[in-house]
């Protein structure tokens, strides 16, 4: 599975957009970028996934670029609940996805 | 449904001691994972189970063994535990050509050996 890089940290305003960075420059044709999320010690939550399209859910927006090498998870009015380590992960769907985490970008919202 | 369920929640282990983590799920789940999560770290894969019946080796599977007793429980045996190995533990499942094939995880199961 490809490498991801992100921003360790990042800060955001409450009720602002968080837009959250990931490139991925060595993806293959066949593998998605997923992203996941986790609050406190929580197990880790799944937000949003996508292969070359933009996509959006109730949660979030995923913006991939053409060449696919990067992507940004968008939280379009970030509330406290938001606080959390965000996974960007790319992986090739199958019947068994083997997860690979980095340490992630650690979101804090503030009032 | 209760979703992905772990026990214990927390064990305290002395070096040498063995034990077994549980993992259930009710969501009718093809594959199950088992992780571990060092503090400041991301999670890392130590074995998983494509379906009922077969097991296969993650990243750090040294020192683990599992069983998939069946489709929904899959557990993980600590034969001879280590300090290297407090960590917290989490356990997923995936409905393999599920809509999103996303990972569901449990909550974790927080493990210390002295």
């Known amino acids: 599975d490809a490498k991801t890089t992100q921003p360790t940290s990042m800060d955001c305003a409450e009720g602002r957009a968080a837009n959250l960075p990931c490139n991925h420059s060595t993806i293959s044709g066949n593998e998605y970028v997923y992203w996941y999320r986790q609050i406190h010690s929580q197990g880790p939550q799944y937000i949003i996934h996508g292969l070359k399209n933009n996509e959006t859910n109730e949660m979030a927006s995923l913006i991939i670029t053409e060449d696919r090498k990067s992507s940004t998870l968008i939280l379009p009015h970030a509330t406290l609940r938001d606080t959390a380590v965000y996974y960007c992960i790319v992986t090739s769907t199958g019947t068994a996805s083997k997860l690979t985490f980095g340490t992630g970008t650690r979101l804090q919202v503030t009032l | 449904n209760a979703g992905v369920t772990q026990t214990p929640k927390f064990q305290v282990l002395k070096t040498g001691q063995s034990m077994t983590l549980q993992c259930a799920q009710d969501m009718n789940h093809n594959s199950m994972y088992w992780y571990r999560q060092d503090p400041g770290m991301g999670l890392r894969l130590i074995y998983y189970?494509?379906?009922?019946?077969?097991?296969d080796k993650g990243e750090v599977p040294n020192g683990y063994n599992v069983s998939r007793l069946n489709k929904r429980e899959f557990s993980l045996r600590l034969e001879s535990a280590a300090p290297s190995q407090t960590s917290v533990y989490f356990c997923a499942g995936q409905l393999a050509g599920g809509i999103d094939n996303e990972q569901f995880f449990g909550p974790g199961t927080r493990l210390t050996v002295l």
């Open positions: 189970s494509a379906s009922e019946g077969t097991t």
